[in-house]
């Protein structure tokens, strides 16, 4: 459903697109190119196969739109994103978990090289697979000082896969990454902001939001071709081995996955968030 809305700023009138759905919001300020793009998938936004779905979908759209930038948040309350839906790995049926793994991979490809420059504004706790999401776009702003971003994979008897971890590597770097990944840190606001998992740290979203249009608005003047050819040459190292290996990831996790030893792992964590 299209709907349009007039927002009013200090100095003028902004008309924007709305797009509205289930999952996730699209607002498109027409006059700035900007698009926002705010998960709301209660009660802690993880990404099950449906919203992965979504989610590439409308960064698919966005592409196609020619937006000039993009900031991708939270609706919710003290939550950006938890990660993967735990459920589609926990006594799973086949061929859902190959479908839903097949969609991670393409979502984290198109918001990874995106066309257009892109801002995670991290207004909640982002473990596992939401902080995946925030180190794949451009520039990361959190809400601080009492949320907490990292890749804790280990700490839930999981191991983060190879193109999570070389995410992470282009980030903050080889040590502090391995660090990161062996010990399952999730690191507080201050302590990502000094270790460079985040770009800068405000006290509210709203603030945040205004620090992420304020780095979208750099690219006013820079050429959109210049900007995707630099953006590729430096991540292609990154994306290669996927791009290579896709299907040798897919059977690595269905095989993995499906073990004895994770399904108890996984079986142990879902008890413990039930209690």
């Not at 479908?99 to 504004?121: E, G, H, N, R």
């Not at 249009?213 to 994306?239: C, E, V």
Request: proline share 4%.
């Amino acid at each position: 459903m299209l709907r349009r809305y007039i927002f009013y700023t200090t100095n003028k009138f902004i008309t924007c697109r709305h797009v509205s759905q289930s999952m996730l919001q699209s607002t498109v300020d027409e006059k700035s190119g900007i698009a926002i793009l705010t998960m709301n998938k209660p009660p802690v936004n993880s990404l099950n196969l449906e919203f992965l779905d979504e989610i590439n979908t409308q960064l698919i759209k966005l592409q196609k739109d020619k937006i000039r930038g993009m900031i991708l948040t939270s609706g919710l309350q003290k939550i950006f994103c938890a990660g993967l839906d735990i459920t589609e790995f926990y006594k799973p049926n086949p061929d859902r978990l190959a479908k839903f793994w097949t969609t991670l991979q393409d979502t984290w490809l198109s918001l990874y090289m995106a066309s257009f420059p892109t801002v995670s504004v991290i207004n909640g706790h982002s473990p596992a697979g939401g902080c995946l999401l925030a180190m794949s776009c451009d520039y990361r702003v959190m809400v601080g000082p009492n949320y907490t971003i990292g890749l804790n994979e280990t700490k839930l008897g999981i191991v983060a896969p190879k193109w999570f971890q070389d995410t992470m590597v282009a980030v903050i770097g080889q040590r502090k990454a391995e660090i990161s990944l062996t010990t399952g840190k999730m690191y507080t606001t201050n302590e990502a902001l000094q270790i460079g998992l985040i770009d800068e740290s405000l006290p509210d979203t709203d603030s945040a939001l205004k620090k992420g249009i304020q780095f979208l608005n750099n690219f006013q003047k820079i050429s959109p071709w210049a900007y995707k050819m630099t953006k590729d040459i430096g991540r292609q190292p990154t994306i290669q081995w996927l791009i290579d290996n896709k299907q040798k990831d897919l059977d690595f996790v269905i095989k993995y996955m499906q073990s004895p030893a994770v399904q108890k792992s996984l079986e142990l964590y879902l008890q413990s968030l039930k209690k």
